[in-house]
């Protein structure tokens, strides 16, 4: 129920910041008050329409000078570095700041799309409830991961999109106790979209063909233009990155910078100025002439590039999908001239592009490949997007060890798990690790024998460091270690292993998984178990050490590098 709720609130939230960056590009661009959805131009204020993103620029400065600085950035980042590093907390001030700053930033011209922001929003709301509310960390985490998914579906119309993006780059886990709240949330957000009357599908497409050789070459194709383009866009915006922060001019003034170039670059192709959702729909149209998509690629790249550089407020989604919609579009115009790619749509190559891009800044596979078909309703889609996808990705890890969503973590130092995995010792046994046939010592044997054992020339003895204490029928009675024979030999040498041992051990079964018994070590700060069975009184069967289990992990680890089972 908490997770529905957090769903409400953030779609109602997320449909404000939609209505208020309207409201901003209205007042800016066009002189009216009005929320109704309007596209940045110059026809009103002329050539003075390029200080707009400036004086948004200078806001944003402002905010996050006066404010909080953490208002900047694109907003999954940040959302990812609350979970990686602030234990799902964050401030009620940011919670409020941000919003706002990315809506004066978005309004004035800045060429994002909302979703990041709204994204950022999201997972603020969620873990501002898990702060209001006793909550472990865990907890904390599934109601900022609930926060964001319901974000992003607020912002596309996409639920399954969102919780897949959650699970990639927030939970980094595929469990039901995160999954169910974030999925509740998500449909939760879309009650809300749909009340407020958005547009279902948002980038509606429609594909009449089947899927043939020539369309998953054209993909193939795509995808690895696409990667390439992926690591190109990243390295730039780190790049721009750096030389910003090499001006002698404090870090307030640079999304002023930012915006004058956002102005500039805008007077010379309107297009690139804001989120640009009609520049994506025309592309999936397949109605941009050549020319005019080289010129869209061009200026948005260094549209957004510069300006997210900057350090302003703003998202990523949106504009990389532009980037990548223009790269496959004109990847499969360019097949176009080779023989037997003539009848492949512009449009499944932008949509394909769209998607493959944002897999390879992001490495989101699973995220990337609903959002097309969510955002599209293009099912006969699907075998072109896995396919873009998947070499975007590969060629992506092939030519960059971070994504644009890890790297500024990866340099402060935080290592972000992208390889989802059970534990190894999930799925090993404890008979698998155990020794099976341990020293052992009768209940009768004295402290002082066992001691002279121990410091014998026997090897074996002396290495032992637990020993089962069992009776003839092999039933376990206790356990003494060799800390406890020599401190027991000084004060009572006489008494008998049994006596000064322990006679309630804790203990585990041959079928008990690994990752239990290594809790229950770590519970109760032992590194050796008896393994017994399941009779009363229960018979040893063995015992379990530290070396043991870690080496019965190394094995499974080696023999999947061999290939082997």
Request: proline content about 7%; overall charge neutral.
């Amino acid at each position: 129920m908490l997770a529905c709720g957090i769903g409400l609130f953030v779609g109602l939230a997320g449909v404000g910041l939609l209505e208020l960056i309207a409201l901003i590009t209205n007042a800016s661009y066009h002189g009216k008050p009005s929320t109704h959805h309007a596209v940045p131009g110059y026809g009103t204020l002329g050539m003075w329409g390029i200080l707009v993103p400036v004086v948004g620029g200078l806001l944003v400065g402002c905010i996050a000078r006066f404010g909080s600085p953490a208002v900047r950035g694109h907003g999954i980042p940040e959302a990812m570095q609350g979970v990686m590093v602030n234990q799902s907390r964050i401030p009620l001030r940011v919670a409020l700041l941000k919003p706002l700053a990315s809506a004066i930033s978005i309004g004035t011209g800045g060429p994002f799309g909302a979703e990041g922001p709204v994204i950022a929003t999201g997972g603020a709301i969620g873990s501002l409830f898990g702060q209001w509310i006793p909550s472990s960390t865990v907890e904390r985490k599934i109601l900022l991961a609930s926060g964001a998914a319901a974000g992003m579906t607020v912002a596309f119309g996409t639920p399954v999109a969102g919780l897949l993006l959650c699970i990639e780059l927030l939970l980094f886990e595929f469990r039901s106790r995160s999954m169910i709240p974030v999925a509740l949330a998500t449909a939760a957000a879309m009650v809300v979209r749909a009340c407020f009357g958005e547009a279902y599908p948002m980038l509606p497409l429609e594909v009449t063909d089947a899927p043939g050789g020539a369309l998953a070459l054209s993909s193939v194709w795509v995808g690895g233009v696409c990667g390439l383009v992926a690591v190109g866009i990243t390295h730039a915006l780190h790049g721009i990155e750096h030389l910003f922060e090499k001006l002698p001019v404090h870090w307030m003034w640079w999304p002023a910078l930012g915006g004058l170039a956002v102005g500039v670059l805008g007077w010379i192709d309107p297009r690139t100025l804001g989120p640009g959702y009609p520049n994506l729909q025309a592309l999936l149209d397949g109605r941009m002439a050549f020319a005019a998509v080289v010129t869209l690629l061009v200026f948005k790249l260094l549209s957004w590039s510069i300006c997210l550089g900057s350090g302003t407020s703003g998202g990523t989604v949106a504009p990389v999908m532009t980037i990548g919609g223009a790269v496959g579009g004109l990847v499969v115009m360019a097949l176009h001239h080779v023989g037997g790619f003539a009848d492949v749509p512009v449009g499944i190559g932008a949509l394909v592009g769209m998607v493959a891009v944002f897999a390879g800044v992001s490495r989101a596979f699973l995220t990337s490949v609903a959002f097309g078909l969510e955002a599209t309703h293009a099912t006969a889609a699907a075998g072109p997007l896995l396919v873009g996808c998947a070499v975007a990705v590969l060629v992506s890890k092939v030519c960059m060890h971070e994504s644009m969503m890890t790297e500024k973590l990866a340099r402060s130092g935080v290592k972000v798990p992208m390889d989802y995995e059970p534990d190894l010792l999930h799925g090993l046994s404890v008979s698998e690790a155990m020794l099976p046939n341990p020293k052992t010592v009768p209940p009768d044997m004295t402290v002082s024998a066992l001691a002279s054992k121990i410091s014998g020339n026997d090897p074996v003895w002396g290495s032992v460091r637990l020993f089962p204490i069992v009776n003839d029928a092999v039933e376990l009675l206790g356990i003494i270690s060799r800390a406890d024979v020599l401190a027991a030999v000084n004060e009572a040498p006489e008494s008998t292993v049994l006596e000064a041992g322990v006679s309630s051990p804790v203990t585990v079964h041959p079928q008990t998984t690994l990752s239990d018994a290594a809790d229950r070590m770590i519970l109760h700060s032992v590194g050796r178990l008896p393994v017994v069975d399941e009779a009363e009184p229960p018979r040893l069967c063995g015992l379990l050490t530290r070396r043991g289990v870690l080496q019965a992990r190394q094995h499974r680890l080696d023999a999947e590098r061999r290939g082997g089972g």
